[in-house]
């Protein structure tokens, strides 16, 4: 019981420490002494497993009757404890915090062709022949040419099980490229917009054979997230922009063809006649 009183004490102590905003960095004559706590075992805590089970009602430990279990999980719940004190008395960013912003920072909303068309953003070829010539610049996505035929399936397999190869150093260029198209290519429909913008030549059959192709390549590939990071965030930015999405649905709801944007003319030419002709009749009823 003297050992529980001691750290009692000692944790009394962190918590007035946490109370007055301080840090270890702030106060470095009063940082808490947590060395005792760094090597305590479960062994340790096994023996004084009754003391520390009185810190509790009776009822949340009733469905615990084992005490090396129970001895463990406070051992484990301890750790976790520890580490978050330690994350906020150091004023320190956790590396696995910083590895989750990344992740959600990366994340990308968009899901295929068509729905970028919807966004607004154009497609066009590059010009060039080179995978990480993919760009994305004033709302237009420049993608490489691709030729699809009966052997393009086993070819892009073949390069991405030789990348695979662990005494091969890459850069996961080709899986990347692959997953990559497996992201924009969801169904027939996001082929033939594709193939209306010559960036996708379709020798192999279908439309819905290619995008079947691609999604079944592009399934639990590996990738390189750095290779189109700055392409994706700045589609998804653009994607996010609503006037920006609004604009372009507006205009591809009404000018999609010749006749709906002569249709819309002519329906505003009417509207603004109709307000004229209202106005006039107004100002010469009160002359």
């Known amino acids: 019981m003297a050992t529980m009183r001691a750290r009692e004490a000692e944790w009394d102590s962190l918590e007035e420490l946490f109370e007055r905003g301080e840090t270890i960095n702030d106060r470095d004559e009063e940082m808490v002494d947590l060395s005792y706590v760094i090597n305590i075992t479960e062994e340790e805590v096994r023996r004084e497993i009754e003391d520390l089970k009185e810190c509790y009602e009776e009822e949340a430990t009733a469905p615990f009757p084992d005490d090396d279990y129970l001895a463990w999980m406070f051992f484990v719940d301890g750790c976790a404890l520890l580490h978050y004190i330690d994350f906020a008395v150091t004023d320190k960013e956790d590396t696995m915090i910083k590895e989750f912003k990344e992740r959600v920072h990366d994340l990308q909303f968009f899901r295929n062709i068509e729905e970028l068309k919807a966004a607004g953003i154009r497609l066009r070829p590059s010009g060039t022949f080179c995978l990480r010539d993919i760009t994305f610049n004033l709302g237009t996505l420049r993608?490489?040419?691709i030729q699809v035929a009966d052997s393009t399936a086993s070819r892009l397999l073949n390069l991405i099980a030789y990348e695979m190869c662990p005494d091969f150093v890459n850069d996961f260029g080709v899986s990347s490229y692959v997953a990559f198209l497996d992201i924009l290519i969801?169904?027939?429909q996001d082929v033939k917009?594709?193939?209306?913008?010559?960036?996708?030549h379709n020798f192999l059959g279908s439309d819905e054979d290619v995008a079947k192709l691609f999604n079944e390549i592009g399934t639990d590939l590996v990738s390189n997230p750095n290779i189109y990071r700055d392409v994706k965030s700045k589609i998804q930015r653009r994607y996010d922009n609503k006037f920006m999405t609004s604009m372009a649905q507006f205009i591809h709801e009404y000018f999609r063809s010749?006749?709906?944007a002569i249709a819309f003319v002519a329906a505003i030419i009417a509207l603004?006649?109709?307000v004229a002709q209202t106005v006039y009749t107004i100002l010469g009823y009160y002359k």
């Open 272 to 274: 603004a006649s109709t």
């Open 186 to 188: 969801d169904q027939a």
């Open 258 to 260: 010749p006749w709906s």
């Open 193 to 200: 917009e594709l193939r209306d913008k010559q960036i996708l």
């Open 143 to 145: 993608l490489l040419s």
